[in-house]
C-alpha cells in the first residue's frame, strides 16, 4: 500500500510496487496530487509503476511528467532496474544520467541509494 515516511529527513511518498502505472493515461497531474495531497516533498516509485510510454521519448510522456513535479517542486526517486528499459535508446540513457546528475529526479537501483542520495 502506499504510504508517507520520512527519509533522511524528508516527507516520501513510498508508492507500493503494486498499484496504478504512471504515463499517459495516469500522469503527472495525478502524481503531483497524489504526492501533495499526502503533504510529500518526494515520490519513491518502483520502476514498475511507469507505463512503457514513459521509457518511450517520442511520447512525451516522460517531459511531461518530469517537468510538472519541478514545477510543483516535489521530487522523484524512480527505483529499481531501470538499465532494462533503456535498450538502444541513447536518448533515454542520457535523460536518466541527467537526471541523476541534479536533484529534482534520481533513477536509482535500490532503496539504500536513496537514503545515500538523501544523507
Known amino acids: 500500500m502506499d504510504h508517507v515516511e520520512r527519509i533522511n529527513g524528508v516527507n516520501a511518498l513510498v508508492l507500493a ?9 495516469r500522469g ?5 496530487g497524489d504526492a501533495l495531497g ?7 516509485m518502483p520502476v514498475g509503476r511507469l507505463a512503457d510510454d514513459f521509457f518511450v521519448l517520442r ?4 517531459g511531461e511528467i518530469l517537468q510538472k513535479l519541478v514545477n510543483y517542486r516535489v521530487r522523484l526517486a524512480v527505483i529499481g532496474d531501470v538499465p532494462t528499459h533503456v535498450g538502444t535508446s541513447g536518448a533515454l540513457r542520457d535523460l536518466i544520467r541527467e537526471s541523476n ?3 529534482d529526479a534520481w533513477f536509482l537501483p535500490d532503496r539504500a541509494a536513496l537514503e545515500a542520495r538523501l544523507a
Open 38 to 44: 499526502h503533504g510529500a516533498e518526494l515520490v519513491v
Open 17 to 25: 510496487s503494486e498499484g496504478p502505472r504512471y504515463g499517459a493515461e
Open 59 to 62: 511520447t512525451g510522456v516522460a
Open 101 to 103: 546528475r541534479g536533484r
Open 28 to 32: 503527472a497531474g495525478d502524481l503531483v
